[in-house]
């Protein structure tokens, strides 16, 4: 007479949520902050290249035309 053992799985599905959960979570706080610096990073460039555009305008007027031209 053999007995039936009853095995839970190794992750329920509740902690199978939790961990999907938190994966998604801290994946989305990585985006977020990635996303941050990208848009800082951004911000600066656009100062120093405005800055550098106003500067070179000042010297060359032709130039200044074509730097904001397509």
Do not use: D, N
């Not at 053999?2 to 329920?12: A, E, T």
């Not at 848009?39 to 100062?47: A, E, G, I, K, M």
Request: glycine share 6%; net charge positive.
């Amino acid at each position: 007479m053999s007995k039936r053992v009853h095995r839970f799985p190794i992750f329920s599905e509740t902690a199978s949520l939790h961990v999907k959960g938190t994966f998604a979570f801290m994946l989305w706080c990585g985006l977020t902050q990635v996303t941050h610096m990208k848009l800082s990073l951004l911000s600066r460039q656009r100062r120093t290249l405005v800055g550098y555009g106003l500067l070179c305008c000042s010297r060359s007027p032709s130039l200044c035309y074509s730097l904001w031209l397509p």
